[in-house]
């Protein structure tokens, strides 16, 4: 089993910015199609952003495209996003999640990945 650990989160000013770390263990991530999901309180999960095994193929949200980026680091078996201009609407908890192999047109889709991290609250104040 994929064991992801998330890191990162904390409390902000509107515009500032926030990168979360996702460090998986027991497989090598080069197999894995890799995820940022959200969720707040009373609102349901999203995906925010996903990066594809071995093409590094990127999706992300509408929501936050210009704003963040995901990116990956297979020698540190490592997630990121990077987060920019935060806005009080992403305050949420954010899950970083894996399937295997490719992304592809389900990225966006929670209940298609196998594995998930404890999540880390992420707060933007206005």
């Known amino acids: 089993h994929v064991q992801l650990v998330e890191s990162g989160g904390g409390s902000v000013q509107a515009g500032e910015y926030l990168r979360l770390s996702c460090a998986a263990s027991r497989v090598p991530t080069s197999q894995l199609c890799l995820g940022w999901f959200r969720q707040a309180p009373g609102k349901e999960r999203e995906g925010v952003a996903s990066?594809?095994?071995?093409?590094?193929?990127?999706y992300h949200a509408d929501s936050v495209k210009g704003r963040f980026t995901i990116s990956r680091d297979n020698a540190k078996n490592t997630l990121y996003l990077q987060m920019n201009s935060l806005k009080p609407e992403d305050t949420a908890m954010y899950y970083c999640?894996?399937?295997?192999?490719?992304?592809?047109?389900?990225?966006?889709?929670?209940?298609?990945?196998?594995?998930w991290g404890q999540g880390t609250q992420v707060t933007v104040s206005s």
């Open positions: 999640a894996a399937k295997w192999g490719m992304c592809g047109g389900t990225w966006y889709r929670g209940d298609t990945y196998d594995y």
């Open positions: 990066i594809s095994s071995g093409s590094f193929t990127t």
